[in-house]
C-alpha cells in the first residue's frame, strides 16, 4: 500500500512537473509570436509607446497628443531611437513671427502672418531635442539637430532664453538653430544698466535681479546681461568672445547720403537697420539695409562706399490683418514713449480683440468711456531691449497698455523723504492742483494752480513784470473727473522726492502739490515713477496743455 501510495505520488508529482514545463513552453512560445507580432506591425508598438510616454510626460489640458504625438514620430523617425528612451520634459505654447515657425530653410520663403503653436522639448537623459510646431502639429520643425543637455536651473526662464538667442542670432547673423544656451546664473546687478552703461549713461542706483546667460555658437560666446523680465538685456563685450565685421563709419555716411538722396527724406531720418560682409566675383562687399518707419532700402557697396547699387527696396508688413497706417502711427508712438528711432523698433506680435469700451479696456480719468465693443488688435512693439504693448482700434485709436509693457525705463527709482523745512506751503483755498517747475537750460521756475472752479493760471516766480501770466478755462467736468482721481491716489503724495540719477544735468524738477501732500519727481526720472503717479502726471499734462 506504501508503494502504492509513493509510486502515487511520485506519478503525481511528473505530471506536476510535466504540466509546468509544457506551460512554460507555451508561454515563452507567446512571447515570441507577441515580439514577432509587434516586429510586424512597428505602427502599433510606436503607437502604444508614444501613448506610455504621453501619459506621463503630458499635462492634462495642456500639449494636445496629436502635437505630442507628431515630435515623437518625427524624431524616431529622424534619430532612429526608441520613443520608450525619450521623454516629453517641457513645452510652452508660442505665437511665431512667420510660417516658417522662426526657422525659415536656407533661400525659404515664409509667409508673414503670425501662427500660433507650440515649442516642444524632449530628451533621453544625454541628449535634448527642441521642436517648434504649429497649433494642431501639422507642420514640425527641428530647432536643434542634436545638442548636449543643458544643467541649467529650473527656473531659468524660456522668454529670456528666447530673447538672448534672439539678439545673438541678429548679431552673429547665424539661424537660432545654430545656437545654444550653455549657462544661466542668477544675479543682482548692481545698478538699473545691470553694470553695463551705456557711454555717457546714467544709470538708476538701484539694485537690479536678473540673470547672467552665456549663449554659444560654434567658436563664438555671447554673455549677456538680463532683468528678471528680459525686458532689459545687455551685451557684456568683454566677457564675450565674438569675431565680427564692423560697418567701416566712410561707409555707412556714404549709404545714408545715397538712401537719402533714394528716399527723399533727411538722413536723421534714417538708421543703418542691418549690415554684414558678403562675397562676389569683384571681392569682398557690404550689404546694408536702411530703414525708416516700415521702409526698407537694400544697398550693395565696396568696402570704401565709393560704388553703391540699390539691390531692392520694400516696405515691411508686420501682419496682414494690420493697415499700414495704423502700424506706421503705433510705431510713432512707440518711438517717442521708448525715444528709440522707429527703424530699430519692430512690430513682434498682433493679435485681435474686441475691446468691452470705446477707452479699450484702460480707464481714462479725463474721459467718459461709451459701453460698446470696439474691435481692433494688441500690438506688441519691440527694439529687442524692450516691450511695448498698445491697444488698437480699428478707427486708428492707439492706447499704450502699461501693465502688459516691460519697458527699459520702467525701472522704479527709490524715493527719498523731502526735509520738513524743504516743503512748500500748503494749497490756498479754492486751489486743488498745484505744480512748481524749475531747472533746466533756462534756469527758470513757474507756477501753475488749479482752481476749483476751472481756471488754471501760470506765472513765472520772479518775473517782476508778470510778463507770462496766463489764464485759461478748464470745464468743471474735467477739473472734477481730476479731483476723483486725486482722490483715488492720495497715497502718492507722501511728502517723497524722486532724485534723478546720478550724473543727470539740466533736468527740470517738478514739485506737485495736492490737498494730501507733495511729491517731487524730474523729467529725467519720470518713466521710472510707479504707475499709479505716472498717471496722475500724465493727466495732468494733459489738461494744462491742451486747453491752450
Known sequence: MKNTLKNYCNTKQARIFTALVLSGMLSIGSSLSAIKSATAAPANYFAQTANEVL?????????????ASAV??????????????????????????????????PDEFCTQALVPGWRVVLSNGSHTWIYHTDNNGRSVRLANPYILTRNLPQNFPNYIEDAVLEDASRRLNLPTSRLNVIQAQERTWGNGCLNLPRPDEACTQALQKGWRVVVKAADQTLVYHTNTTGSKIRLNKKESEVSEARLPAKVRDA?????????????????????????????????????????????????????????????????????????????????????????????????PRQWSDSCLGIADPLALCAAVVVPGWEVTVSDRQQRLVYRVSESGTVILDEKASSADNN??????????????????????????SSGGFAGRTYETVLLDDGRLIRVQIGDSNDSERSVRRIPLEQVQRFQRLLEQQ???????SYP???????????????????????????????????????T???ISTTYQ
Not at 92 to 103: A, F, P
Not at 340 to 346: F, M, W
Open 540 to 542: 495732468w499734462k494733459r
Open 411 to 436: 525701472t522704479q527709482i527709490k524715493p527719498i523723504s523731502i526735509p520738513r523745512s524743504e516743503l512748500p506751503l500748503p494749497l490756498d483755498s479754492g486751489v486743488i492742483f498745484r505744480q512748481i
Open 490 to 496: 492720495s497715497d502718492e503724495f507722501n511728502n517723497v
Open 255 to 351: 549709404v545714408l547720403r545715397r538712401a537719402s538722396e533714394e528716399s527723399g527724406l533727411p538722413q536723421r531720418s534714417l538708421s543703418i537697420v542691418e549690415s554684414k560682409p558678403t562675397q562676389s566675383t569683384y571681392g569682398s562687399l557690404w550689404q546694408v539695409t536702411v530703414g525708416a518707419g516700415l521702409n526698407r532700402w537694400v544697398f550693395v557697396t565696396d568696402d570704401n562706399g565709393s560704388r553703391i547699387q540699390l539691390s531692392s527696396q520694400y516696405g515691411e508688413t508686420p501682419n496682414a490683418n494690420l493697415p499700414r497706417d495704423i502700424a506706421e502711427r503705433v510705431l510713432v508712438r512707440a518711438s517717442k514713449r521708448s525715444q528709440v528711432p522707429i527703424s530699430q523698433l519692430r512690430i513682434t506680435e498682433v493679435e
Open 500 to 538: 534723478a540719477p546720478r550724473g543727470a544735468a539740466d533736468y527740470i524738477t517738478y514739485t506737485l502739490t495736492s490737498r494730501d501732500g507733495t511729491v517731487k519727481y524730474n523729467d529725467v526720472s519720470q518713466n521710472s515713477l510707479p504707475e499709479d503717479l505716472r498717471i496722475i502726471v500724465n
Open 55 to 67: 501619459k506621463e510626460n503630458i499635462k492634462t489640458n495642456s500639449l494636445p497628443s496629436r502635437v
Open 72 to 105: 515623437l514620430r518625427d524624431l524616431s523617425d529622424r534619430e532612429q531611437i526608441s520613443n520608450r528612451k525619450v521623454e516629453i520634459v517641457d513645452y510652452t505654447q508660442r505665437t511665431w513671427r512667420d510660417g516658417c515657425m522662426n526657422l525659415p530653410k
